[in-house]
């Protein structure tokens, strides 16, 4: 498993991109190590609000 990911650890956020969403998949990617899972078609907007969580 990686270490945590996100600006209260001081570390990288590590962010899955998927274009097939399922709550198995999702669980998979955060047990795997990662902070975020995201999903096609990309959103501008969410995609500027995750990253803001990631490096605010």
Partial sequence: ???AAGPAGGKEALIAL??????ERDK???EA???EVIRKP???EGLRQ???RHTN
């Fill in 1 to 3: 498993m990686l270490p």
């Fill in 42 to 44: 990309i959103r501008m």
């Fill in 33 to 35: 190590g990662f902070a």
């Fill in 18 to 23: 998927t274009a097939y969403p399922s709550e």
């Fill in 28 to 30: 998979a990617c955060r």
């Fill in 50 to 52: 995750l990253i803001l």
